[in-house]
C-alpha cells in the first residue's frame, strides 16, 4: 500500500512538471526527461518489480503524448525501472558521485533503447531539437540523483 502511493505520488509529480514544461519551452521537456526521473529513483529505492511496474506506467503515459509507436517508451523505462532496482540492491550507491555514475549509465540505457526502437520501427521521428536531446541523459541523471538524494536526507532526518 505505501509503495502504491508512493509510486502514484512520484507519477502525478512527474506529470505536473511534464506539464509545466511543455508549455513553457520548446525544448524543456526533451532535456529533462521527468518520468525517467521518477523511474529511475521508484526503482532505486523500492526494487526491481515496482520500478518495472513503475516504469510500464510512466512509459505509457509518456506515449499516450507523443504522436509515435506506442510502447517505445514504455519498453524503455520498464527496462530502466527493473535495472534501477536490480542493480541498487548489488552495488553500492550510497555516495553522491556513484549515485550519479549509476544514473548517468541507467539513463544512458533508457535514451539509446528508446533511440534504437524508434530507429528500429522507423515511423516516429526522434525530436533532435538541434541537438539537445543529447543533453538527456545526463540532465536526467543529475536531477534522479539530487532527488534521490533529497529523499535519502529527509528519511535519516525523520528516523533520528
Known sequence: MKIGIAGGLGILAAFFVYSLLRPLSIT?????????????VFGTRHGEIPGAIMGAVCGLIVDAFSIG????AGLSL???????GFISRKINI?????????FTVLSTGMFLIWAGLNVLVGLSQIPWSGGLILLRPVTTAMAAAFFHELIRRIEARHER
Request: proline content about 0%.
Open 28 to 40: 524543456g521537456h526533451v532535456v529533462v526527461d521527468v518520468y525517467a526521473v521518477a523511474v529511475l
Open 69 to 72: 509507436v506506442f510502447g517505445l
Open 94 to 102: 550510497l555516495s553522491w558521485a556513484r549515485t550519479l555514475l549509476f
Open 78 to 84: 520498464t527496462a530502466g525501472g527493473f535495472l534501477a
